[in-house]
């Protein structure tokens, strides 16, 4: 599953000019999970493969979602909108259900969900969020021999109170600039219960500057860390 958020312009909570500069890869998210689909199906792995791609643009307009609305997502819970700039999360979680309603061996989201995470790890690194020790320690340490590094990051699960909400299930921002990755995180995770592993990948999609082999620009960031992954796993 990837974030397709096409450009992202902040809604009413518009960004500002360097933020809004960079937001045509919003969408790198759905980017990546479509090359990996095309990659496992050029090598007929024995896997039934589903891919998701919620897209959607996040714009200004006159019927712009608003800060304080309550939204009803499709898994019955109640989300406030304490941020319009927290559009990635409103659209995975539906999809999300979805997913989680077939009970599937391995669910994956790769979204660029947060600033927060690129602030922690720089744009080479890319945050990784599992439950499962296990397929957390092997993701991490095949992502590192294939050189597109994850790291696993904690789903800290007492921070939940950091997206209680006042109206509503829970809120799509947390109540302080603290650990603003995570929270997104424990907010997917909210939607997710019958999988039987779950990783989300909180992911930069992009080279701020050209290295040898990674020009500047758009960069499929995870995609090689899960393909190895997914062939290891399942044959």
Not at 187 to 204: N, P, Q, R, Y
Request: proline share 6%; with cysteine.
């Amino acid at each position: 599953m990837g974030k397709g958020v096409c450009f992202d312009t902040g809604g009413l909570n518009l960004k500002p000019r360097d933020g809004m500069l960079e937001m045509k890869k919003d969408m790198g998210g759905s980017a990546v999970v479509l090359g990996l689909a095309q990659a496992l199906m050029d090598a007929g792995a024995p896997i039934r493969l589903r891919v998701m791609v919620p897209a959607v643009e996040n714009s200004v307009s006159g019927n712009a979602f608003r800060p304080r609305d309550i939204i009803r997502t499709r898994s019955g819970k109640t989300v406030e909108i304490g941020h319009t700039d927290a559009e990635g999360r409103l659209i995975l979680c539906d999809a999300l259900t979805e997913a989680d309603s077939e009970k599937p061996d391995l669910l994956v989201d790769c979204a660029t969900l947060t600033g927060a995470a690129k602030v922690a790890l720089g744009p080479e690194v890319q945050a990784l969020y599992c439950d499962d020790d296990e397929a957390a320690m092997t993701m991490q340490r095949l992502s590192l021999a294939l050189g597109d590094p994850l790291w696993r990051m904690p789903l800290w699960r007492p921070y939940r109170r950091m997206i209680d909400a006042k109206c509503a299930d829970i809120d799509n921002f947390q109540s302080t600039p603290l650990a603003g990755s995570i929270a997104a995180a424990l907010f997917l995770a909210e939607f997710v219960s019958a999988t039987g592993t779950w990783a989300h990948l909180d992911i930069m999609a992009a080279n701020p500057i050209t290295r040898p082999g990674r020009p500047e620009g758009g960069e499929a960031t995870g995609m090689r860390a899960l393909y190895g992954y997914i062939r290891q796993r399942f044959g």
